[in-house]
């Protein structure tokens, strides 16, 4: 109980952390409204689980003694949130850019809030090293595998939950009455920031 505790209290100070995750599911929801932001929800959640897997297999502790492997991983990831970045900060406002949901394009947005959520994650060398502390450092050496995959469900859910909320929170009626006029400058805000974080995920010393 005092293990499933910590790792519970740990997980959720590193989820409710501001981050790239944070700052990608408030961009799909604030551009393309509150399925994009649950899908780029679900996008973290699946990417969270492969951290998981990776280190129920052993890899994740391979992955942390390669520079090589970390350096990929940190350029990948800082160029990629440089480049949803870069497309936030073009928001235009919306009586130039209206949003029509059609058949086609509403699963389109979808799919590509969950890729934006899931490649965030996944390409988060800091995510890694997080999963591997969890492993390495929360867990004790005689934790059954069957417990392990349960904490590391545990932890994805807790983010799919939280994630969800924020989405939630920045599509209900009341918070888009009240923003709708500047929703365009919060979205050229959370590009800046997310490009923001993408430099500075580059500049940092991850491995």
Not at 58 to 80: C, D, P, R
Not at 112 to 124: A, C, D, E, P, V
Not at 135 to 156: D, E, K, M, N, R
Request: hydrophobic share 55%.
């Amino acid at each position: 109980m005092t293990e499933f505790l910590m790792l519970t209290l740990v997980g959720a100070l590193m989820i409710i952390s501001p981050g790239p995750d944070f700052a990608i599911v408030v961009k799909n929801s604030l551009s393309h409204g509150r399925a994009s932001g649950i899908a780029a929800s679900w996008g973290i959640s699946m990417a969270n689980l492969c951290h998981v897997t990776v280190n129920l297999l052993g890899i994740g502790v391979v992955i942390a003694q390669s520079v090589m492997v970390f350096t990929v991983m940190k350029i990948l990831g800082a160029a990629y949130l440089v480049y949803l970045g870069y497309k936030g900060i073009r928001a235009k406002p919306a009586l130039t850019s209206a949003r029509v949901s059609t058949p086609t394009v509403a699963p389109k947005r979808d799919r590509n809030g969950f890729y934006s959520g899931f490649l965030t994650s996944l390409l988060n060398p800091k995510a890694a090293l997080f999963f591997l502390s969890f492993f390495s450092v929360i867990l004790s050496p005689g934790t059954a595998l069957h417990t392990q995959i349960l904490y590391g469900v545990w932890i994805s859910s807790m983010a799919l939950f939280w994630f969800i909320l924020v989405a939630i929170f920045f599509t209900s009626p009341i918070i888009g009455r009240k923003i709708e006029a500047c929703k365009h400058w919060l979205e050229r805000f959370t590009g800046g920031v997310l490009i923001f974080l993408g430099l500075k995920l580059l500049s940092s010393e991850v491995a």
